[in-house]
């Protein structure tokens, strides 16, 4: 199920975002909801589920997309 939400502060923010870690991943990285739904319960601040990092798994669709745009 795609999900996406706004949670830049800024259009400055927001572009500088589209400049590195979305031009590198325009798709997203995987989750598992169920995961983000116990560290939320216990504490952790929302902002943190919601920032991306370039550690995380690129999403598996992307990969089947990537051969339709080559």
Not at 42 to 59: D, I, N, Q
């Amino acid at each position: 199920m795609p999900f996406q939400v706004d949670n830049l502060s800024s259009s400055e923010d927001a572009s500088a975002f589209m400049a590195s870690l979305f031009a590198e991943n325009p798709i997203g990285v995987g989750f598992d909801p169920e995961e983000w739904l116990v560290r939320l319960r216990a504490g952790t601040p929302e902002k943190e589920l919601l920032e991306r990092k370039v550690h995380e798994p690129v999403s598996p669709i992307r990969g089947a997309i990537s051969q339709y745009l080559a």
